[in-house]
């Protein structure tokens, strides 16, 4: 036989065949043409403080030949102050994807077969054993987790929410026999995304309790809520909060995060973590962040205004709207079907998403903008309903 040769390898089937498989997240699109009106990935209508951009080109020196603080200790130690707690119940990732993606490794064991979900188990498996190989969540929710769990070959578990989305209480989840209290790892959106639905922490609370692994709270929407679960974090053992600084903070670009809970779930994680995880500029822009509050609170109102104004026309306008505690609406559009109404404003440069799967289908996802984004985006769905009044 001939010796085999580089020419003869198949580069594609070096890649593990549980990546081969993988369906990968889908991120909102960034286009790049200019005069979009840009409601799709619920970016902070408004930028960041002037405080923060300040403190961003003040530290555009020489330092940038350092590597950064490897665990974000200042950031920790003013996120403690903030929250209560003490650093150690803190790790900072590099966005808060980061430390879900860490979560899974740290908290799931995987299958030695690669990715599979719930239903296709075999039956020798028990309950029990099943569990620690799990990664629970409701759907919808944010569409990362069942990627994060194939990535890491462990098993599914979704949960349908009812149809007005709600959170379903312990006797319901109990009766639809899907629901696993020995999950591994069990992610809950609150509020969730993208119904933009708000849960209330004292129901949340009940939950948690059934629950004998960890819970992770994902709060990365939790600023324009009426409530949040911090502290939960700090009162039971299992349960991991998550917050971003890329929704209410405007630093999406940046990439920065972090989780609050026990510090023995945390020293866990920062064992897992690649050692310069967040990058000094990150850390920087935080700090300064938590030094002007009032800025983004301000912000946030105004946010809270314009989402409750956009949501009121667009009922006017046909559409069924959930009620939002988050940055977007979503929205049922009437007369054509959610997708053909995602073309048509595109057609009329209004980007919004649209998620194609069973749960979500019917409905648009409206990141709430600035007043002219706003108002634009009511022009083109009035144009398209061929509405009176849409000005031209
Ligand atoms: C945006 C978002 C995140 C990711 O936030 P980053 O900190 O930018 O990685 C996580 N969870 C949910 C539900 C989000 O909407």
Not at 20 to 44: I, S
Not at 303 to 312: D, G
Not at 332 to 352: F, I, M, T, Y
Request: proline share 7%; net charge positive.
């Amino acid at each position: 036989m001939r010796k085999k040769t580089p020419d003869d390898i198949e580069p594609a089937g070096l890649v593990r065949p549980l990546i081969q498989q993988l369906t990968a997240y889908v991120p909102g699109e960034q286009p790049k043409a200019k005069g979009l009106v840009k409601l799709n990935t619920n970016e902070n209508a408004y930028g960041p403080s002037p405080k923060v951009l300040t403190a961003l080109s003040e530290a555009l020196d020489d330092r940038l030949r350092l590597y950064p603080n490897p665990t974000a200790d200042a950031l920790r130690e003013r996120l403690a102050r903030h929250h209560g707690c003490k650093p150690e119940n803190i790790i900072v990732g590099n966005g808060s994807d980061e430390l879900l993606a860490l979560a899974v490794r740290v908290f799931v064991d995987s299958s030695p077969g690669g990715a599979m979900d719930h239903y296709s188990l075999y039956p020798s498996h028990g309950a029990a054993k099943v569990g620690l190989r799990m990664v629970q969540y409701f759907l919808p929710s944010y569409s990362l987790y069942p990627v994060l769990a194939d990535l890491h070959g462990a098993h599914r578990n979704p949960v349908p929410l009812p149809m007005e989305f709600e959170l379903p209480n312990v006797a319901a989840l109990r009766r639809g026999r899907v629901w696993n209290t020995g999950a591994a790892l069990t992610c809950i959106t609150t509020p969730n995304a993208p119904t933009g639905r708000g849960y209330a922490t004292a129901d949340l609370e009940t939950l948690i309790k059934t629950q004998e692994r960890v819970v992770l709270l994902d709060e990365a929407y939790a600023d324009f809520a009426e409530e949040n679960a911090m502290a939960l974090a700090l009162r039971y053992p299992h349960v991991l909060v998550l917050r971003t600084f890329s929704k209410a903070y405007s630093l999406c670009y940046l990439r920065i995060g972090y989780a609050v809970g026990h510090p023995a779930l945390i020293a866990g994680l920062q064992k897992a973590k690649d050692s310069y995880n967040v990058d000094g500029l990150a850390q920087i822009a935080a700090l300064a962040t938590l030094d002007d509050l009032p800025h983004y609170r301000a912000n946030i109102e105004r946010v809270k205004k314009s989402r409750e104004a956009l949501a009121a026309s667009l009922t006017e306008l046909g559409f069924s709207i959930f009620p939002s505690q988050t940055n977007f609406l979503f929205v049922r559009p009437p007369r054509q079907s959610a997708e053909v109404w995602l073309g048509k404003l595109r057609e009329k440069n209004v980007l919004v998403r649209w998620f194609d799967t069973l749960e979500t289908r019917s409905f648009l996802r409206i990141t709430v903008g600035k007043e002219a984004d706003n108002k634009a985006l009511l022009d083109a769905v009035r144009k398209i309903l061929g509405t009176k009044g849409a000005s031209d």
